[in-house]
């Protein structure tokens, strides 16, 4: 597993749509045809002593932002807040926030090229990573073989059975390197940057996700359960253990509940019995063990997230496509299903921009 190239396994990952055609085509890498849109978990209320931004950019990582605000507003840094980053190689938009005693600095941040602050609300509490609903995005999708009504079935179907909640290709890198130098890390290699080794780390775990929720495709067990499977609800958030799949399967089947998957690490809920014993498959193939993420923060991930707004509709030379999908989910897992083209080693919009670059120098 960590031998091979984790973007062409990306590629070669089970669709749940494989009894529908795909549309085929390529993405164009112009940004305007890729838009990302933040779906907040509440909108600033007015008052209060933080600032929100509601802010537009294009060619730009959100890391980017944060940098700005920091060293040429003189902001600090504990003090900015977002929701999470955002791709570089599209229109995105996003909330930020400050602390209000800097709203005259903020304009820093338009001297940015491609950057725009489309408006300043106030707020009582400091935006904070993970509060958002989800992302709306626009894509579209260039000389496909099959049109619009293809496109459709296909989100249809989606709609109907969730979506494959694959971490998308951005977060391995480049060249795809990232989960090694991640066990690198794991193993006791320094670079200097704690936050360079967590996110390298977490590449790791965002791969041996991946590989756990392909497995499950393979074994038919998008929408069952085993005995001993961490179980969630869409509407609550909700978790408990399975224990009679069987007795579960009507409310998996109707997407009220999914199977989790693991990012190992500590203080997570652990699944047991068959459900743990599918897990260690997974680290034996990588060669690591539950004890080498001890020191990690751990969780439970959705294996299928649900469609919502989505639509497709023809444009000259293409499809274009809107969806809604909830935080945490990338794009790219639902294009795969549409396209059924590869896509990971292509040009893609990447919220983890800049950090790769960051982990080419020497072993």
């Known amino acids: 597993m960590l031998d091979s190239n984790p973007l062409e396994a990306f590629d070669a990952y089970p669709s ?3 009894d529908l055609p795909g549309i085929g085509g390529h993405l164009s890498g112009d940004p305007a045809e890729f838009v990302v849109e933040e779906v907040p978990a509440y909108l600033p209320s007015g008052e209060g002593e933080h600032l929100y931004l509601f802010v537009e950019k294009v060619g730009q990582t959100t890391v980017a932002l944060l940098e700005t605000l920091r060293d040429e507003g003189g902001i600090p840094e504990a003090e900015i807040g977002s929701a999470g980053l955002k791709d570089k190689r599209a229109v995105t938009r996003q909330w930020l926030s400050v602390p209000r005693r800097f709203a005259d ?9 491609g950057v725009r602050i489309l408006e300043t609300r106030p707020h009582r509490n400091k935006l904070r990573t993970g509060h958002l609903r989800g992302n709306r995005f626009r894509v579209v999708v260039r000389e496909p073989e099959r049109g619009a009504d293809t496109a459709a079935a296909i989100l249809s179907a989606l709609a109907e059975r969730g979506v494959p909640n694959y971490y998308g290709p951005q977060r391995f890198g480049v060249s795809g390197e990232n989960p090694a130098k991640g066990l690198a890390v794991l193993r006791g290699r320094r670079l200097g940057y704690r936050w360079l080794e967590r996110f390298l780390v977490s590449s790791l775990q965002s791969l ?7 497995a499950r495709l393979r074994a038919g067990l998008f929408d069952r359960f085993l005995v001993g499977d961490v179980a969630k609800k869409h509407d609550t958030g909700g978790e ?4 009679d799949p069987e007795q579960e399967r009507p409310r998996a089947q109707r997407l009220e509940i999914s199977p989790t ?14 459900a743990r014993a599918f897990e260690d498959a997974i680290l034996a193939r990588a060669g690591v063990s539950r004890d080498e993420f001890r020191s990690r923060r751990g969780a439970r991930r959705l294996l ?5 707004d ?5 444009v000259p030379g293409g499809v274009a496509l809107e969806f809604f999908l909830p935080k945490g989910a990338y794009a790219t897992s639902l294009l795969r299903e549409v396209m059924k083209a590869p896509l990971a080693t292509r040009a893609l919009p990447g919220e983890d921009e800049g950090i790769e670059d960051a982990t080419s120098g020497p072993d």
């Open 16 to 18: 749940v749509t494989e």
């Open 105 to 113: 600095r903020v304009h820093v941040l338009e001297q940015l090229e």
């Open 208 to 214: 041996l996700f991946n590989e756990w929720a392909a």
């Open 240 to 243: 408990f253990v399975v224990e």
């Open 261 to 274: 998957g693991p990012i190992f690490g500590r203080r997570y809920r652990e699944a047991v019995a068959d």
């Open 304 to 308: 299928r997230v649900p469609l919502a």
């Open 310 to 314: 989505w639509r497709a509709e023809p």
